[in-house]
T-cell receptor, first 114, second 111 residues
Framework: DSGVTQTPKHLITATGQRVTLRCSPR?????VYWYQQSLDQGLQFLIQ???????AKGNILERFSAQQFPDLHSELNLSSLELGDSALYFC?????????????FGNGTRLTVT | DAKTTQPPSMDCAEGRAANLPCNHS???????VYWYRQIHSQGPQYIIH???NNETNEMASLIITEDRKSSTLILPHATLRDTAVYYC????????????FGQGTELSVKP
């Protein structure tokens, strides 16, 4: 158990809808990262937050947004969903943003868009 | 960030050591080598990381060559539960942010 909690585990929704994925980092970790894994793309970095502020952005679509709250949990919002958004979404956390601080991943949310 | 090259797949007999190679010939002096594994759609699991020296923990050993251009992850006594995709990632020391995952090596441990 990595200590990173993601909810829900599974989500099925229709095209055009909006969903929110939630992540609770490991106790004491200040940084949260979001990744997307689809069958044909591998693990893709989306966005990173550190202590409530956006730190780095990857290939995140404009339809997607995220935030980190004062209690350090994070939410990833996906809107105007398309079939291609079906994927596993992983959250990871780390204590610091130095390269010597490993990321620890949750077990993901499986999103299916029909 | 430096790129890594790994073989797409490897087999290992149960109980034997699994040696997974990784080439990172363009690595810079301040970049760390990280290893993760992913077991069938679970979240990636942190294994080990190092900068220059060899490292060992309860899961594995990491051997980094003196010129730092390649490394080997060693699972000393592979079990069927070690069957997974293993990712070697080079991470910049001063950015400390995202990990960029490649395609990894699919390790199959066979009885």
């Amino acid at each position: 158990d990595s200590g990173v909690t993601q909810t829900p585990k599974h989500l099925i929704t229709a095209t055009g809808q909006r969903v929110t994925l939630r992540c609770s980092p490991r106790s004491g970790d200040l940084s949260v990262y979001w990744y997307q894994q689809s069958l044909d793309q591998g693990l893709q970095f989306l966005i990173q937050y550190y202590n409530g502020e956006e730190r780095a952005k990857g290939n995140i679509l404009e339809r997607f947004s995220a935030q980190q709250f004062p209690d350090l949990h994070s939410e990833l919002n996906l809107s105007s969903l398309e079939l291609g958004d079906s994927a596993l979404y992983f959250c990871a956390s780390s204590a610091e943003v130095i390269a010597n601080s490993p990321l620890h991943f949750g077990n993901g949310t499986r999103l299916t868009v029909t | 960030d430096a790129k890594t090259t790994q073989p797409p797949s490897m087999d290992c007999a149960e109980g034997r050591a699994a040696n997974l190679p990784c080439n990172h010939s363009t690595i810079s002096g301040n970049e760390y080598v990280y290893w993760y594994r992913q077991i069938h759609s679970q979240g990636p699991q942190y294994i080990i990381h190092g900068l220059k020296n060899n490292e060992t923990n309860e899961m594995a050993s990491l051997i980094i060559t003196e010129d730092r251009k390649s490394s080997t992850l060693i699972l000393p006594h592979a079990t069927l539960r070690d069957t997974a995709v293993y990712y070697c990632i080079v991470r910049v020391a001063f950015k400390g942010g995202k990990l960029i995952f490649g395609q990894g090596t699919e390790l199959s441990v066979k009885p």
